[in-house]
T-cell receptor, first 113, second 111 residues
Framework: SAVISQKPSRDICQRGTSLTIQCQVDSQVTMMFWYRQQPGQSLTLIATANQGSEATYESGFVIDKFPISRPNLTFSTLTVSNMSPEDSSIYLC??????????FGQGTRLTVV | SQQGEEDPQALSIQEGENATMNCSYKTSINNLQWYRQNSGRGLVHLILIRSNEREKHSGRLRVTLDTSKKSSSLLITASRAADTASYFCATDATSGSRLTFGEGTQLTVNP
């Protein structure tokens, strides 16, 4: 199993600003995943972050808007840049254990005003 | 990419009743999993069923998988008010690969 500490748990931000979300895992993992969950909807994968290489982004998501850092095997950050009200969502980080059970952070509830 | 669909989107039952949620997917899978989410928090893993399994039990949970119909169901027996949450199915094409989540079912169990 894995325990993920994600922060902040929630934030209210002004449009045009940026927010960085942090995830700390209690064990070393190769891949970390970042998801967005818009209000009342399911999870959509933003990107996969591997240590030592650039993140792999899903269709519809770009590095300029969602830069990701992965400095080591236990930590990652996701930045939501130049925010607009449409970015209001829950953002979740995740790792996958064995065989493919996923473990999630507590989520960051972002409101952009 | 495969996309999971779940029905119903919302389900409201009385405590003690059984709740059944269904999930369908479009492409071949390696595993199918069910997760629970309370009030927009992080998801919690409930149960995993492999593509070569047809049924699995865990406590009050029963999961079935029909790969010919590309569908799965989650049954929660003797529901409790604390079972109120959103339930998502998730599939992966190969072990350790990315998960694709269904649309989710919002379950409300009334005391």
């Amino acid at each position: 199993s894995a325990v993920i500490s994600q922060k902040p748990s929630r934030d209210i931000c002004q449009r045009g600003t940026s927010l960085t979300i942090q995830c700390q895992v209690d064990s070393q993992v190769t891949m970390m995943f970042w998801y967005r969950q818009q209000p009342g909807q399911s999870l959509t994968l933003i990107a996969t972050a591997n240590q030592g290489s650039e993140a792999t982004y899903e269709s519809g998501f770009v590095i300029d808007k969602f830069p990701i850092s992965r400095p080591n095997l236990t930590f990652s950050t996701l930045t939501v840049s130049n925010m607009s009200p449409e970015d209001s969502s829950i953002y979740l980080c995740s790792v996958v254990g064995d065989p493919t059970e996923a473990f999630f952070g507590q989520g960051t509830r972002l409101t952009v005003v | 990419s495969q996309q999971g669909e779940e029905d119903p989107q919302a389900l409201s039952i009385q405590e003690g009743e059984n709740a059944t949620m269904n999930c369908s997917y479009k492409t071949s899978i390696n595993n199918l999993q069910w997760y629970r989410q309370n009030s927009g928090r992080g998801l919690v893993h409930l149960i995993l069923i492999r593509s070569n399994e047809r049924e699995k039990h865990s406590g009050r949970l029963r999961v079935t998988l029909d790969t010919s119909k590309k569908s799965s169901s989650l049954l929660i027996t003797a529901s409790r008010a604390a079972d109120t949450a959103s339930y998502f199915c998730a599939t992966d094409a190969t072990s350790g690969s990315r998960l694709t989540f269904g649309e989710g079912t919002q379950l409300t169990v009334n005391p």
